[in-house]
Every structure is written in C-alpha cells, then in structure tokens.
T-cell receptor, first 110, second 114 residues
C-alpha cells in the first residue's frame, strides 16, 4: 500500500511569489490535514479536508489556503510568500484516529 | 487550553539506558494521545498511542504512562539504542466541529550515545 506522497520535496521561492504544494493520501483515506513544521514553533496545524470540504482550520493568515479534489488529493497554496513561511510542510492522511504523514515539502523563501 | 507542553527539548541518554519524555495538557476534551517519531528528512511516524481510560500501554521497548488526574503522559524507552535517536512528538487529539484535530508538543530531540 503506497504511503502519503508529497510533491515537490524541495522548493525555493522568492518573497512575494506564490506556491502550490501537492499531497496524495493513502488510497481510501478521505481526510487530509496539513501542518507547518519549523524549528521554533514545532508542528502547527494548518487545515483539514474531508470529502472536498474544509472541516477545520488553524490560526494561519488567509494567505494560506487549500483544497481537496474528488479523488482525495489535496493542494495547499501560499500567496505573497514571506521569509517566515520557510518551513517543512507536512501532509497527513487519516482514517479513524491514526494519521499517516508524508515526507513533507521543504519550502525555502529567499 | 489547546496546548500540549513537552519536555525536555533535548535529551542525551547512554545506550542501554531509559529515555523519558514528558507531556502535559489542559483540555479535558482530548481523548487520544499518540506519540510520533521523526527521523531527519522524514515525516513523523506513529510510534504508540493511548486513550485516557488506560493508565499504561506497552509495545516492545516503548511504554506510555498516562495520569488522567494530573493531565500528564510520558513516553519511556527502555534499553535505548542508537537507532532510537530521533525527534519525538507527543500529541493530543480531540473532536471539533465533527473533525479530529491533532495538537502536537514542541518535540524532544533524543540522542542515544553508543
């Protein structure tokens, strides 16, 4: 059974640009959550999607948005990038209580 | 109230020793407490988890101790090995608006010296 796949693995963007990250969940998992991981703040919840609907949202500015498609694949978009957005972005798919994480996308904003 | 506080931030243990990581929470709505292990360049992976109706759960060398009245739980790694060197996150899960939400501790970087 394939795990959670995130693309791309690494990304370098310039301040002010926008970026889109992709996540393919484990087959059969309808819930997809996104997290931002930084050395100073740890793992912070961004949002969660279930059957194409955002069910839950963390305390991030509106520049962070996401969506989920009918095949459960999810995308996360960050607009007007800031230096502080540099982080590892993790996607997790779940069924029940157990969350399975992808390897993440390392975003560097310069 | 939705925070999970984890300590220590870093821990160095000799091979064969016991590694202990502690977490505390405030929100009594939390009903599932997993621990995740993360190696460099990888995403977190579920290690072991417990529900509040159980005081202890053991899987191999890994044990969770749970104290509901104190709102604390801890991870014990017995006979720690160099391969256990990783970052460990405790977490707490609750239902909000019909959806599950995981709240993570800040993480503990564990180093096992050979």
């Amino acid at each position: 059974k394939a795990g959670v796949t995130q693309t791309p693995r690494y990304l370098i963007k310039t301040r002010g640009q926008q970026v889109t990250l992709s996540c393919s969940p484990i087959s059969g998992h309808r819930s997809v959550s996104w997290y931002q991981q930084t050395p100073g703040q740890g793992l912070q919840f961004l949002f969660e999607y279930f059957s194409e609907t955002q069910r839950n949202k963390g305390n991030f500015p509106g520049r962070f948005s996401g969506r989920q498609f009918s095949n459960s694949r999810s995308e996360m978009n960050v607009s007007t990038l800031e230096l502080g957005d540099s982080a590892l972005y993790l996607c997790a798919s779940s069924v029940g209580t157990e969350a399975f994480f992808g390897q993440g996308t390392r975003l560097t904003v310069v | 109230q939705q925070q999970v506080k984890q300590s220590p931030q870093s821990l160095i243990v000799q091979k064969g020793g016991i590694s202990i990581i502690n977490c505390a929470y405030e929100n009594t709505a939390f009903d599932y407490f997993p621990w995740y292990q993360q190696f460099p360049g990888k995403g977190p992976a579920l290690l072991i988890a417990i529900r509040p109706d159980v005081s202890e759960k053991k899987e191999g060398r890994f044990t969770i101790s749970f104290n509901k009245s104190a709102k604390q739980f801890s991870l014990h790694i017995m006979d720690s090995q160099p391969g256990d060197s990783a970052t460990y996150f405790c977490a707490a899960d609750y239902i909000i608006q019909g959806a599950q939400k995981l709240v993570f501790g800040q993480g503990t970087r564990l180093t096992i010296n050979p």
